[in-house]
C-alpha cells in the first residue's frame, strides 16, 4: 500500500491542489491529513475536494486549528473518513488516530488522548500492519527539541509504548517537517506540509 501523508495545510487551497496532483502522479492507494487543515476555523474551501476530485480515499483528523465539528463537517460533505478515535482497515493495513493536540482550539488532555487513539486500535490490533495517525507529535522525542512552543504529547507516547504501531504519522511542528526517529520498533514520520510518501 502507498500512503501520501501530509499535515498543517492551514487553509492553503495552492498546496492542497499541489498535493492531490502528487497522489494522482505518484499513483497512492490512500491520502492521510494529519490535522490543522484550517487556519484557526478559517479557510475550509479547496482543501478536501482536489483530492476527491482525483478519486482518491482521504482519512482525516482535527489539528488544533480546528474542532472536531469541523473535521467532521469535511468528511460528510466529501464522503470521506474522520479517523479520530476511530478506525479502518485497508487490506492488511489498520489506522487508527487521534486528532486535536494538548493545546490550541481543539485540546484535548492527555489521558483523553491515549484512550482514543486506544479505542481505535482495539479494532484493528490484529491486523498485519498498524498505522497511527495523529496531530501532535509524541514527547520526549527530537520534534519536541525543535520547538519551545509546543510540548510533545505523553498521551501519544503512553500509545505507542504500549500499543507498539508499526508507523506514527503526525505533523504540528512545522519546524520538524520530514523528521524521522525510531522509539523502540515504532517509526515516527513528521509528515509535513509537503507530505511524505510511504509504503507500507
Known amino acids: 500500500m502507498r500512503i501520501l501523508a501530509a499535515g498543517d495545510i492551514h487553509g492553503d487551497s495552492n498546496l492542497a491542489e499541489r498535493l492531490a496532483k502528487k497522489s494522482k502522479e505518484k499513483n497512492v492507494d490512500l491520502v492521510v491529513l494529519c490535522g490543522d487543515l484550517t487556519y484557526a476555523e478559517q479557510s475550509t474551501k479547496n482543501i478536501i475536494g482536489p483530492f476527491v476530485k482525483r478519486k482518491k480515499k482521504v482519512l482525516l483528523i482535527p489539528g ?25 482497515r485497508a487490506g492488511e493495513v489498520g489506522l487508527f488516530g487521534c486528532g486535536g493536540a494538548n493545546i490550541g482550539r481543539f485540546q484535548l ?24 495517525v495523529t496531530h501532535v507529535h509524541p514527547s520526549g522525542t527530537k520534534m519536541e527539541k525543535l520547538t519551545s512552543v509546543f510540548p510533545g504529547s505523553q498521551g501519544v507516547r503512553k500509545a505507542i509504548d504500549s500499543l507498539k504501531p508499526d508507523f506514527v504519522l503526525c505533523s504540528h511542528v512545522h519546524e520538524a517537517e520530514g523528521i524521522e526517529e525510531k522509539i523502540g520498533k515504532t517509526k515516527v514520520i513528521n509528515v509535513g506540509r509537503e507530505g511524505k510518501i510511504i509504503d507500507v
Do not use: Q
Not at 76 to 86: Q, R, W
Not at 110 to 125: F, Q, R, S, T
Open 109 to 132: 488532555s492527555e489521558p483523553e488522548i491515549y484512550e482514543l487513539l486506544k479505542k481505535g486500535h482495539d479494532n484493528i490490533k490484529d491486523s498485519k500492519r498498524r498505522i497511527m
Open 64 to 88: 488544533n486549528h480546528e474542532t472536531l465539528a469541523t473535521a467532521d463537517f469535511l468528511a460528510e460533505l466529501y464522503g470521506v473518513t474522520n479517523l479520530h478515535g476511530y478506525s479502518i
